[in-house]
């Protein structure tokens, strides 16, 4: 891996989670009644951005799973039955 990677990774990775939120958020109608969870969801990602942002591998690890737990959920609340 170059050096490069390795010192903007947590750049690339910031600027990433700031996209990530800013498309959840503008993807999902205000009225929608599950509006309020996805708002939830985004400022979580708020709270993890610092940390990301100061290169904590805990932090990235801990973002990955919310993202994969709530991925998972939303696919799971908007199959048809």
Do not use: H
């Not at 989670?17 to 985004?42: I, P, W």
């Not at 708020?46 to 973002?63: F, P, S, Y």
Request: aromatic share 6%; with cysteine.
């Amino acid at each position: 891996m170059p050096e490069t990677w390795i010192t903007t990774a947590p750049v690339v990775i910031y600027d990433i989670l700031c996209e990530a939120r800013n498309r959840l958020l503008g993807t999902y109608n205000v009225r929608e009644a599950d509006d309020e969870k996805v708002v939830e969801f985004a400022l979580t990602i708020d709270e993890r951005v610092a940390a990301v942002a100061l290169d904590d591998l805990d932090a990235q690890r801990a973002l990955t799973a919310a993202f994969s737990a709530e991925r998972d959920a939303l696919r799971q609340e908007r199959r048809p039955t």
